[in-house]
Nanobody, 127 residues
Framework: VQLQASGGGSVQPGGSLTLSCTDS????????IAWFRQAPGKAREWVSC????????YYADSVKGRFTISRDNAKNTVYLQMNSLKPEDTAVYYC?????????????????????WSQGTQVTVSS
């Protein structure tokens, strides 16, 4: 399994960016794709999840109402639309994947269960 993340960049506060995560190599349909982020000197933080099996979505409180996660099955790509960006959203963003039977609603919000990771993509929000 491989994950390819893209779409980072620099924007001003209030701006928008869309991150993409394209996966390949899965032989099952029941897996979870998540976005995490890591700011300098801080722990990796869960941002959002998409459950490929049932289409359910989940968001961290810090991004709820501003970020939207979605998937284009034809392109095997999960998108993270980020609106109303704030300086505190500045971080390196990673997408990660795990077979859904290996996570619960609690553990899907932590990095440990995720077996597959993309390279990071930098998001900088600054005036």
């Amino acid at each position: 399994v491989q994950l390819q993340a893209s779409g980072g960049g620099s924007v001003q506060p209030g701006g928008s960016l869309t991150l993409s995560c394209t996966d390949s190599g899965f032989t099952v349909d029941y897996y979870v794709i998540a976005w995490f982020r890591q700011a300098p000197g801080k722990a990796r933080e869960w941002v959002s999840c998409f459950n490929r099996g049932d289409g359910s979505t989940y968001y961290a409180d810090s991004v709820k109402g501003r970020f939207t996660i979605s998937r284009d099955n034809a392109k095997n790509t999960v998108y993270l639309q980020m609106n109303s960006l704030k300086p505190e959203d500045t971080a390196v963003y990673y997408c990660a994947a795990v077979i859904s039977t290996f996570v619960t609603l609690t553990t899907m919000k932590t990095p440990d269960p995720y077996k597959y990771w993309s390279q990071g993509t930098q998001v900088t929000v600054s005036s």
